[in-house]
């Protein structure tokens, strides 16, 4: 045997024994961020740990809390609704890829107008949470809703009070349809709300919208069908009037091509096409770029492609939109590319 060929099958078993000490005796991954994917990441885990026994410990504690803890190291991964731009994850050595697709819907409570669907157009949706239109029997959202019999009411205004990537999509939308709120309050996971009460966490702004006749707030999907909360028809920018659905959600991403998205950060909140929901958006995973613990980053890199593989049905089941096998090569191939042990060794091979 010569030379050449010994020392390949010396690299290869070094870097085949590397991965098996990466990942031994890690039976726990830690995990925190956002609420918006939490219904999905518990069954995932239920799933997996059933499988493989290694058991995911997520808590939901908000985007921006998710950014901090995998800043601080305090966890094997954070999540977040708001991808980082570039500047941002090389500052802070992290590295970023998609989980799963959703969208954010705009729930409210009027207990004589059960069951009825009410429409609202961008322009009114900007004009109730800037605290602009106050009543429920405003002349705008009458003419728009004439079969029904709107209550001379005050809308009760729920929004998140904690740091969220739920915000972000949600106010990254109002500010593209409404240059007013793009200057007074801007996109971002945490901003000074013009006018309402604030909820933690997507359950938090649920539970108050559920028991707080008059109001209105925005949430996650499942949130919303796990708490039986009516949805407004939203008109989208083909001019539809769109009730929330997976298959809206799923028709916003078919014009999406992440190929070219630097750092896989993309943004597509108001996508073209009548049968598509507004408000969706990813939901992202952090991880340390060069990782001083690498068998943390291999077990949630395991985790994930584990539910890439077996765990779309109950992403659909939750009405979330699994992500494209395309996106899913690309996310693995960044992982052996891009995210490293502090010697610049590859930590995923397959």
Not at 42 to 56: F, N, R
Not at 174 to 187: A, C, D, H, R, T
Not at 327 to 346: H, P, Q, R
Request: proline fraction near 5%; aromatic fraction near 12%.
């Amino acid at each position: 045997m010569n030379k050449i060929k010994l020392v390949w099958i010396y690299a290869s078993l070094s870097f085949l024994f590397s991965q098996v000490c990466f990942a031994e005796d890690t039976k726990e991954i830690t995990g925190a961020g956002a609420t918006f994917p939490y219904p999905l990441y518990s069954k995932w885990a239920a799933a997996y740990q059933k499988a493989t026994g290694v058991k995911l410990n997520y808590q939901p504690l908000g985007s921006g809390a998710g950014i901090k803890q995998i800043e601080a190291n305090t966890v094997d991964f954070g999540s977040s609704d708001m991808p980082l731009k570039s500047d941002e994850l090389k500052k802070n050595n992290l590295f970023q890829f998609p989980a799963v697709i959703g969208g954010v819907v705009i729930v409210y409570n009027l207990k004589d107008i059960k069951a009825k669907r009410l429409k609202i157009t961008p322009e009114i949706l900007v004009e109730i949470f800037l605290g602009k239109i106050t009543k429920w029997d405003d002349p705008k959202i009458v003419q728009l809703n004439p079969q029904l019999k709107l209550p001379d009411q005050t809308i009760t205004v729920i929004h998140r009070s904690d740091g969220s990537g739920t915000t972000f999509l949600f106010t990254n939308y109002l500010s593209k349809v409404s240059q007013e709120w793009k200057k007074k309050v801007g996109s971002s996971s945490s901003v000074a709300w013009p006018a309402g009460v604030g909820g933690k966490g997507n359950e938090g702004v649920a539970g108050f919208t559920k028991t707080i006749d008059g109001s209105i707030g925005y949430v996650e999907y499942a949130y919303a069908k796990q708490n039986k909360l009516d949805t407004i028809a939203l008109k989208n920018r083909s001019g539809t009037f769109l009730s929330p659905s997976p298959e809206a959600f799923q028709a916003a991403t078919s014009k999406v091509d992440w190929r070219d998205a630097a750092d896989l950060y993309l943004i597509f909140t108001d996508q073209i096409g009548k049968d598509s929901w507004p408000i969706t958006g990813a939901t992202y995973i952090l991880l340390h770029k060069i990782e001083a613990n690498p068998g943390r980053a291999l077990a949630v890199m395991k985790f994930f492609d584990w539910s890439y593989t077996n765990g779309d049905k109950m992403a659909k089941d939750l009405d979330y939109v699994p992500l494209p096998e395309n996106l899913k090569s690309l996310i693995l191939k960044a992982w052996k590319d891009d995210v490293k042990t502090k010697e610049g060794k590859k930590i995923w091979s397959e």
